[in-house]
């Protein structure tokens, strides 16, 4: 009976040695030391706080520096004063000129305040200071302030799906991606014939090809210089003059270009 007795003694203060450490763990973890780890009172003055709550992250440049202890009304109820719980050993990288703004985090859409730091030569903020605040860049609240403009958006969104929808409508994309595919076929098949047909040129008919090609600059140089009956006509200065002279506009040579004329056409029939 004794030792059912101490049985039960050490196990109740074996109870309440774990309920003190579990409160004791509580009353750390809520205060401002958190493992002896100090915290430090920052302020945040908001137009709205867009879905914050207390508890919700700090981040400064990405980085968890502390949580939001609560939010309440300013002296004058303009704004929203948001008072943070910071790490103390994150103090001195809060520079004069850092900004907060509320942000969305995660794809549930909670909120936090993100802390952009000032230049880091500036005077660093202490300890109950108020951070400046800047317009939100959160993608809901740009959406917010445009109004107007963002419908332009959502205009230009639904215009895609319409198209999307129409192309895709009775297998229209696959018959466009497989005629698409065929154009590339035929095309690299016309390539590769132009190829070959360019190889035969240059290696069975190269010998002709060539004799052709100086055989005409030949006769084109002879042309050229004069030489024949063709090259005399074309490099006879008088042969222009003459012609003129022989079909100008007097009234006698009207019957000679007439004839000209009459066999021209004859000739063309």
């Known amino acids: 009976m004794e ?9 109740g203060i074996f109870l309440a040695i774990g309920v003190f450490v579990i409160m004791l763990s509580i009353v750390l973890l809520g205060g401002d030391k958190a493992f002896f780890r100090t915290n430090v009172l920052m302020y945040a003055t908001l137009d709205q706080v867009q879905g914050l709550d207390r508890g919700s992250t700090v981040s400064l440049s990405g980085i968890v520096i502390g949580n939001v202890k609560q939010i309440k ?3 004058e109820k303009k704004n929203l004063v948001v008072e943070m719980k910071i790490q103390e050993d994150f103090l001195p990288m809060l520079t004069q000129g850092s900004r907060a703004d509320v942000r969305t985090q995660g794809a549930l859409g909670d909120k936090y ?6 230049e880091i030569t500036a005077p660093p ?4 200071d108020t951070i400046e605040t800047s317009k939100s860049a959160d993608f809901m609240g740009i959406i917010s302030e445009k109004g107007g403009e963002a419908v332009k958006i959502f205009d230009i969104i639904n215009e895609v799906y319409k198209l999307t929808k129409i192309i895709n409508a009775d297998g229209r994309s696959e018959r466009l ?3 698409f595919v065929e154009a590339s076929q035929n095309m690299k098949s016309i390539s590769e014939d132009a190829k070959k047909l360019m190889s035969e040129m240059r290696g069975q ?10 055989h005409l600059n030949s006769v084109l140089t002879k042309i050229d210089r004069g030489d024949g009956s063709l090259g005399a006509l074309i490099n006879d200065p008088t042969l222009h ?3 003129k002279a022989m079909l100008g506009a007097d009234t006698h040579k009207q019957s000679i270009q007439s004839l000209i004329r ?8």
Do not use: D, W
């Open 113 to 118: 305040i993100y802390i952009t730091p000032g």
């Open 3 to 11: 030792n059912s007795k101490n049985k039960t003694f050490r196990v």
């Open 125 to 128: 903020l202490k300890a109950g």
């Open 241 to 243: 003059e003459r012609l």
């Open 177 to 179: 991606i497989t005629n």
């Open 262 to 269: 009459t066999s021209i056409q004859k000739s063309g029939n």
């Open 205 to 214: 008919n190269s010998g002709k090809l060539k004799e052709s090609l100086e």
């Open 73 to 75: 009304f300013s002296s």
